[in-house]
């Protein structure tokens, strides 16, 4: 976390406010879905440097807690969705093809790129309920991971037949 974000976060003032937004995006799609928390669209610069517009939406996040645990996601609502969510998750599913949001946290005051690092989930699970989606992310569980990775059976080693 960089040093003005921390002083923000420790220090609870209204000189700073912190700007989360959220990318959505998959190779079956036109292009990215960019949301901002808010009621105003923003221009806001990505880690290339490129300033791009992110959507407002009314949304609610649950950041994965920063502990040791094994299953780390990332949980977000948005609300007052339209069609066009369930049509992008349809397309994902009809192409097989994995959705990944990207979380980035900005500072009021400076707009020009993230505060801190961004970082990337893939999605897990989703469901639409009227106007809301709700959608969860998670990380990579290295815990849950076999060793080795390649597991012998009779279709990748025939002779484990005859032993």
């Avoid at 469901?127 to 060793?147: E, H, I």
């Amino acid at each position: 976390m960089s040093t003005l974000l921390e002083q923000v976060c420790a220090s609870g003032s209204d000189s700073d406010v912190v700007i989360d937004t959220l990318e959505l995006s998959c190779v079956a799609w036109p292009g990215p879905i960019r949301l901002v928390q808010g009621y105003f669209d923003m221009l806001l610069g990505l880690e290339s440097g490129e300033m791009v517009t992110f959507m407002a939406a009314p949304m609610a996040l649950v950041l994965p807690s920063r502990n040791n645990s094994p299953s780390q996601s990332l949980t977000f609502a948005i609300d007052n969705v339209t069609g066009e969510a369930q049509r992008r998750l349809d397309l994902a599913l009809e192409a097989n093809q994995q959705v990944r949001v990207t979380f980035r946290r900005y500072l009021n005051s400076d707009r020009s790129g993230p505060s801190e690092r961004p970082f990337s989930t893939v999605l897990l699970s989703g469901a639409m309920k009227r106007q809301t989606v709700q959608l969860t992310g998670g990380f990579m569980n290295l815990l849950d991971w076999a060793y080795p990775r390649r597991v012998y059976d009779l279709n990748f080693a025939p002779q484990l037949a005859y032993l």
